[in-house]
């Protein structure tokens, strides 16, 4: 089974607008992280954001924050006022006590901000 | 944050050969991890790298293909042998220091076999 679940392959969006990308997972662990990573063409993975299982406010950076919902096991990635360098790949990423702390990656979502 | 760098950064190889690639870490990390991401893909866990012994495999990777060093903390080696058109892909390194902390990529290396 998919430990984590991207169900959007591509989304666009005009730029300076907002744009959620979505997220859900899969663990019976109470401890666990959550990461989102951005791949642009060039092919380098940037760390974006990070939220932990205990924590109790949403992770926020910049234009990312990320809408944690625990109950629902879900972590999505907000992008407020796109820019056009937003275009790239976005993976979700786990880290559960369970697996030993190794990650565990989503299929990814291809953004595309249109000017 | 750590900083991480790999080399090369690309490379054309020729099939039946093998290629290492070097990943340095700029502090001590706890753990270290070797990606492959096929084309259009997502990450596919290789294998952990594990300090003074034999690194711990994913189902589907084996030690005689990808072979892996990882002779500190700072430093390993993924070596993708005999390799065939199937290889061609990005190879990532990645690593943190403790479980609570950001998990880092290096910028990765492009092989392409013929």
């Known amino acids: 089974a998919q430990k984590i679940t991207q169900t959007q392959p591509g989304m666009f969006v005009q730029e300076k607008e907002a744009v959620t990308l979505d997220c859900t997972y899969d663990?019976?662990?109470?401890?666990?992280?959550l990461f989102w990573y951005k791949q642009p063409s060039s092919g380098e993975m940037i760390f974006l954001i990070y939220?932990?299982?205990?924590?109790?406010q949403n992770a926020t950076e910049g234009r990312y924050s990320l809408n944690f919902q625990k109950a629902r096991k879900s972590a999505n990635l907000v992008i407020s006022a796109s820019q056009l360098g937003d275009s790239a790949m976005y993976f979700c990423a786990m880290r559960e006590a369970g697996g030993s702390y190794i990650p565990t990656f989503g299929r990814g979502t291809s953004l595309i901000v249109h000017p | 944050s750590a900083v991480i760098s790999q080399k090369p950064s690309r490379d054309i190889c020729q099939r039946g050969t093998s290629l290492t690639i070097q990943c340095q870490v700029d502090?001590?990390?706890?753990?270290m991890f070797w990606y492959r991401q096929q084309p259009g893909q997502s990450l596919t866990l290789i294998a952990t790298?594990?300090?003074?012994?034999?690194?711990?495999?994913e189902s589907g990777f084996v030690i005689d293909k990808f072979p892996i060093s990882r002779p500190n903390l700072t430093f390993s080696t993924l070596t993708v042998s005999n390799m065939s058109p199937e290889d061609s892909s990005i190879y990532l390194c990645s690593a943190y220091r403790d479980r609570q902390e950001t998990q880092y990529f290096g910028p990765g290396t492009r092989l392409l076999v013929l």
């Open positions: 663990t019976s662990d109470q401890s666990y992280g």
């Open positions: 790298a594990n300090q003074g012994s034999e690194a711990t495999y």
């Open positions: 939220q932990g299982s205990y924590d109790e």
């Open positions: 502090s001590q990390v706890t753990m």
